[in-house]
């Protein structure tokens, strides 16, 4: 028997719709902070003065701190439906059932998108208090031009072996976690045709793995370069 605890969307319907939009939304958010950290291929000054631009433009644009907010929201909201979405389904099925047949007609990604999407929660909480935290609250030093200093804190990070190989691990699990996410969260809000969803499942596939596999290359970029020694 399917459990009737409405929890905090009303019902398991709403719950899957918020958890595909929100998704979705954050899918947007990645592709915008990725277009914002490939100018950390850029070093010496020049990308520094540059990144530092960047990053004051996204704390005090008043649009962009609105969905700054607005991404916050999602990442709480995401997070909160799928723990539901979880706990929902393990106790709907029938455990013999679920042991039996588990590997048929599933991906691991799919079985394992609570544990992906913890993990994905951790990165972003050990992220934020790494970056977002020391950009608004921490003693950040200033470049040329007056702004803080955000790119030398970035790339000290990645000058880590320890931290450029936990960002790794972390992405590789956002990108098995964007695998069947992205795809699934079409179909979720009615948007499937035996047309054009085989063309959306390869598209968000391509998307889960290209967008995480910038972010790393990224982050190996720093660590190899080192471009911080230069300053």
């Given at each position: 028997?399917?459990?009737?605890?409405?929890?905090?969307?009303g019902?398991?319907?709403?719950?899957?719709?918020?958890?595909?939009?929100?998704?979705?939304?954050l899918?947007t958010?990645?592709?915008g902070?990725?277009?914002?950290?490939?100018?950390?291929f850029?070093i010496g000054?020049?990308?520094?003065?540059?990144?530092?631009?960047?990053?004051?433009?996204?704390?005090?644009?008043?649009?962009?701190?609105?969905?700054?907010?607005?991404?916050?929201?999602?990442?709480?909201?995401?997070?909160?439906?799928?723990?539901?979405?979880a706990r929902?389904?393990?106790?709907?099925?029938?455990?013999g059932?679920?042991?039996?047949?588990?590997?048929?007609?599933?991906?691991?990604?799919?079985?394992k998108?609570?544990l992906l999407?913890?993990?994905?929660?951790?990165?972003?909480?050990?992220?934020?208090?790494?970056?977002w935290?020391?950009?608004?609250?921490?003693?950040?030093?200033?470049?040329p031009n007056?702004?803080?200093?955000?790119?030398?804190?970035t790339?000290?990070a990645?000058?880590?072996?320890?931290?450029?190989?936990?960002?790794?691990?972390?992405?590789?699990?956002?990108?098995?976690?964007?695998?069947?996410?992205?795809?699934?969260?079409?179909q979720s809000l009615?948007?499937?045709?035996?047309?054009?969803?085989?063309?959306?499942?390869?598209?968000?596939?391509?998307?889960?793995?290209?967008?995480?596999?910038?972010?790393i290359?990224?982050?190996?970029?720093?660590f190899v370069v080192?471009?911080g020694?230069?300053?």
């Amino acid at each position: 028997m399917a459990s009737t605890s409405k929890g905090l969307f009303g019902s398991s319907l709403a719950r899957k719709y918020w958890m595909a939009a929100t998704g979705l939304f954050l899918c947007t958010f990645l592709v915008g902070h990725l277009l914002g950290n490939l100018q950390l291929f850029v070093i010496g000054e020049e990308g520094q003065l540059a990144f530092n631009e960047y990053g004051k433009f996204m704390t005090t644009f008043p649009l962009v701190k609105i969905l700054s907010y607005l991404t916050y929201a999602s990442v709480i909201l995401h997070t909160v439906d799928g723990i539901m979405l979880a706990r929902q389904n393990r106790a709907a099925r029938p455990v013999g059932y679920v042991k039996e047949n588990q590997g048929i007609n599933t991906s691991w990604a799919s079985r394992k998108m609570a544990l992906l999407g913890l993990l994905t929660l951790f990165f972003i909480v050990v992220h934020m208090k790494s970056f977002w935290y020391e950009m608004h609250f921490g003693k950040l030093g200033t470049d040329p031009n007056g702004n803080k200093d955000l790119w030398t804190l970035t790339v000290t990070a990645f000058e880590q072996w320890w931290y450029t190989a936990f960002y790794v691990v972390a992405l590789a699990g956002l990108a098995l976690h964007l695998s069947h996410g992205a795809s699934s969260a079409f179909q979720s809000l009615g948007v499937n045709h035996p047309k054009y969803t085989p063309l959306i499942n390869k598209m968000m596939t391509a998307f889960a793995w290209l967008i995480p596999a910038g972010f790393i290359a990224v982050a190996i970029f720093l660590f190899v370069v080192q471009p911080g020694q230069e300053l």
